[in-house]
């Protein structure tokens, strides 16, 4: 092989990151070991770092390194609303989109039986016990809308309806910016049903 | 801040990576702590293991954790002719393409006085060592054709004239499948001018 076994570990590691393939991982490796070994160490310190401090938030699952989350421990936040979504990443996205001051439940997944991704898997228990509380007024469904998310979403209703307590669903339909003529099919259906009067 | 500081400071650093950019990094973040751990601590100690371990060989100045890079230490390579390149990057793609059997020197960058990158720099003094052992017949310039790249073969190329040894520039011009309508300027009229009896 023409290049040295320590370095083509290094690229076959990159790989692991997501979009990265092996050119990527040629330039990136390269990269570090040419003009950026500082950087370089930098982030395999605070890679090893991250991995070993940053668990789940057992309030609400996210991920974060303290036992409470920032979001979970905010006072201004109001704690009769839950929004239960699939990933932190979709927190993010909520948050820069606004307008939301309730808290956050992150399932870390979504329910996928054929994966063996089961109702514990997506942290159920510890979701019973947030309903448990008793303040929680509402539960707003935030899943994607993929069979999967869906799957999950009614199943989470399921168990929060049985609770008396209010079960709701984000809204689907044509995205601002989106043009008609460019959307699937199954939006559009979906649109045309859930139409409000104005 | 909504993100914990450890999961920030993971994606701040992630961003040394050439083409990643603040979505990529928080992609990759969440992607290595959500499902990744193992590959993620694998990278870290990498990382470390191949920044401490490369150096540049001794021979020909490319990126291993040998003393003298198997290139350079291969038996079977052409030892009276040597290829000049600018990163090791430049060698693999040059091995990919086949056909060429000598050695290679690496001058890992070019010279480039405005960001005080001289001869030193790029390794001149090895460089004139290599040349003084006697074997080599011939030096083949293959910086990249821009304008620093073309400065530093024509540096190297008066350093290996002075020695009574055969400097050549591999050749520039249209490339295979290209289409001349889609081509610059320079490309073309440099393929006029290099033009060959048929």
Same mark, same amino acid.
Request: charged fraction near 20%; glycine fraction near 10%; proline fraction near 4%.
């Given at each position: +092989? $023409? /290049?040295?076994?320590?370095?083509?570990?290094? +690229?076959?590691?990159?790989?692991?990151?997501?979009?990265?393939?092996?050119?990527?991982?040629?330039? +990136?490796?390269?990269?570090?070991?040419?003009?950026?070994?500082?950087?370089?160490?930098?982030?395999?310190?605070?890679?090893?770092?991250? /991995?070993?401090?940053?668990?789940?938030?057992?309030?609400?699952?996210? $991920?974060?390194?303290?036992?409470?989350?920032?979001?979970?421990? &905010? &006072?201004?936040?109001?704690?009769?609303?839950?929004? *239960?979504?699939?990933?932190?990443?979709?927190?993010?996205?909520?948050?820069?989109?606004?307008?939301?001051?309730?808290?956050?439940?992150?399932?870390?997944?979504?329910?996928?039986?054929?994966?063996?991704?089961?109702?514990?898997?997506?942290? +159920?228990?510890?979701?019973?016990?947030?309903?448990?509380?008793? &303040?929680?007024?509402?539960? /707003?469904?935030?899943?994607?809308?993929? *069979?999967?998310?869906?799957?999950?979403?009614?199943? /989470?209703?399921?168990?929060?309806?049985?609770?008396?307590?209010?079960?709701?669903?984000?809204?689907?339909?044509?995205?601002?910016?989106?043009?008609?003529?460019?959307?699937?099919?199954?939006?559009?259906?979906?649109?045309? $049903?859930?139409?409000?009067?104005?």
């Amino acid at each position: +092989m $023409l /290049i040295s076994p320590l370095i083509q570990n290094l +690229m076959a590691a990159l790989k692991c990151l997501p979009g990265v393939g092996p050119k990527s991982a040629q330039r +990136m490796a390269f990269n570090i070991l040419e003009r950026n070994r500082d950087a370089g160490l930098r982030l395999s310190a605070l890679l090893q770092e991250a /991995i070993h401090k940053v668990k789940n938030c057992e309030s609400c699952r996210i $991920l974060c390194e303290e036992t409470i989350c920032r979001l979970c421990s &905010h &006072h201004g936040r109001d704690r009769s609303i839950l929004c *239960v979504v699939e990933t932190p990443a979709d927190v993010l996205a909520l948050e820069q989109a606004g307008g939301y001051r309730g808290q956050y439940f992150v399932l870390m997944g979504r329910l996928s039986p054929l994966d063996g991704i089961g109702p514990d898997a997506i942290g +159920m228990g510890l979701f019973q016990e947030r309903l448990k509380e008793g &303040h929680i007024k509402e539960v /707003i469904l935030a899943t994607n809308p993929t *069979v999967e998310g869906e799957a999950t979403a009614h199943y /989470i209703a399921e168990l929060v309806k049985a609770r008396n307590i209010r079960a709701t669903r984000i809204a689907h339909g044509v995205p601002f910016g989106g043009e008609l003529e460019y959307l699937d099919g199954g939006t559009l259906a979906r649109a045309l $049903l859930a139409r409000l009067v104005v």
